[in-house]
């Protein structure tokens, strides 16, 4: 049976693909889950379904490269604290007290969040006290059913963390494998690993998540060099900073993400570059949490490749990537006095094409051309905060929020139109959410 037809027509595309990055009052042709043609022809595209972007901004969906949406219930809790104090007090307490269904709501919300932002790909670092629940399968059915493309991360340490965040090696490789295996050859859903916090596993951990992302081509994301404290820890038990531990473990390399990296030295920098190592930069929740500036200047000039994040939503309180591209300028801008540090340009990239990359994907997602995957979204420039326009780039990165996210397609399938989820019955879950919420709190003692 001949798979359907979308034919996006009468927008502004932003393609984000280097060869051609802008096709005004374009057309995008989608056949099943491919883009199949991008056109300016001034003749309609014959296809079943016909979405007119006309004063919109066609654009590739965004890639949220790093999230947290297991925290979810304890946005706006906490704030004005530092990362370890904010965890500590507010954070590990209140994901003590979840029930699985509770993951089955956070991860819901967080999806229809990203979502309605126009964040068609995220990739959530996920860590749970309640792993022996195969909470972990729960949330990765309720971030499927939503709809949005997810690279999901296991997390986990064997040494130490916080109560109840332990596991033995053996739990960690067994429950990771049985999760690999059960998602393996999903179309939108990829499962990932990776030791949650680097001070708290073994350098044996390490080497098990290098061997399971051999075996079974999975990604590995690791939080990095995100505060003083993290290399302080690291080097206090290896004698190595957070990186140069890495290195040892193999813990470096193409399948690699390495978020935050606000602490890295000039070898780290080099390091990274030569294992071909993709960088997250989160610049909104580094802010939020003073957990200082990135040196993303010097790992670009190094030829690193860098993907853009929100972070969770419990630390940055929204997961708009819009507004991290314009974070990402403002903060680099501001620490190096140089207006061309960081372009419009670059930000569009390290959201889409970059992130992209970073998750396992460059060669079909974060651009729209033939044969990529369709995850397009289309942003209502009609407004008043966007008008005139001049520079369709400069007016997405500069001067748009998330909000004015009108339609999204992922793999080739309306979830948003007008800016109303049609995969989750959004006006119930916001009510569940608060709900439980507030139990949750209560029986944290938070």
């Known amino acids: ?96 007290a979840l029930e699985p269904g509770d993951y089955r709501l956070s991860l819901t919300l967080g999806a229809v969040e990203n979502l309605l932002a126009g964040n068609t790909t995220v990739c959530e670092v996920f860590f749970s006290p309640h792993y022996d629940r195969e909470v972990d399968s729960v949330a990765l059915s309720a971030l499927d059913a939503s709809g949005i493309r997810s690279v999901f991360v296991r997390c986990a340490n064997d040494v130490s963390f916080f109560e109840g965040f332990v596991e033995s090696r053996s739990q960690i490789r067994d429950r990771s494998e049985r999760l690999l295996t059960e998602w393996a050859g999903r179309d939108r859903t990829t499962v990932g690993v990776g030791p949650l916090i680097p001070w708290g596993s073994s350098p044996d951990a390490f080497r098990d998540a290098v061997e399971l992302s051999r075996q079974h081509d999975a990604p590995i994301h690791l939080h990095t060099a995100e505060t003083p404290e993290y290399n302080d820890l690291v080097r206090s038990q290896t004698g190595m900073d957070n990186v140069d531990m890495l290195a040892s473990v193999g813990a470096l390399g193409e399948r690699v993400m390495l978020n935050h990296c606000v602490y890295l030295s000039e070898k780290n920098i080099a390091e990274i570059a030569e294992t071909g190592t993709h960088v997250i930069h989160d610049p909104t929740s580094n802010m939020v949490l003073a957990s200082g500036v990135a040196p ?22 929204a997961q708009d990537m819009i507004e991290a591209m314009k974070a990402a300028i403002m903060l680099h801008r501001a620490v190096s006095t140089e207006p061309g540090v960081l372009t419009a340009a670059d930000a569009f990239a390290m959201a889409t094409r970059n992130g992209a990359a970073a998750v396992g ?38 001067s748009a929020h998330g909000s004015d996210v009108h339609t999204v397609i992922v793999d080739g399938r309306v979830v948003v139109r007008d800016r109303q989820v ?19 709190r209560a029986a944290a003692g938070v």
Do not use: K
């Open 422 to 440: 049609l995969t989750v019955e959004v006006p119930r879950l916001l009510s569940d959410v608060q709900q439980r919420a507030s139990q949750v």
């Open 1 to 96: 049976m001949p798979s359907s037809t979308i034919n996006v027509f009468g927008g502004t595309v932003l393609t984000a693909d280097p060869d051609r990055p802008l096709v005004e009052r374009g057309q995008v042709l989608i056949e099943g889950s491919r883009i199949r043609e991008v056109s300016d022809a001034a003749d309609p595209l014959p296809a079943d379904e016909r979405i007119d972007a006309t004063g919109m901004i066609v654009s590739p969906g965004f890639v949220n490269a790093h999230t947290h949406l297991c925290m979810i219930y304890g946005r706006s809790l906490g704030t004005d604290r530092s990362l370890l104090q904010w965890l500590a007090e507010y954070q590990v307490p209140l994901m003590c």
């Open 296 to 317: 993303v200047p010097a790992l670009r000039s190094a030829g690193v490749n860098i993907g853009l994040a929100c972070d969770g939503p419990a630390c940055n309180n």
């Open 361 to 398: 994907l460059g060669d079909e997602l974060g651009q729209i051309r033939p044969g990529f995957l369709a995850d397009i979204v289309l942003i209502d420039a009609a407004r008043a905060h966007m008008t005139p326009l001049h520079d369709p780039l400069a007016a997405l990165v500069y």
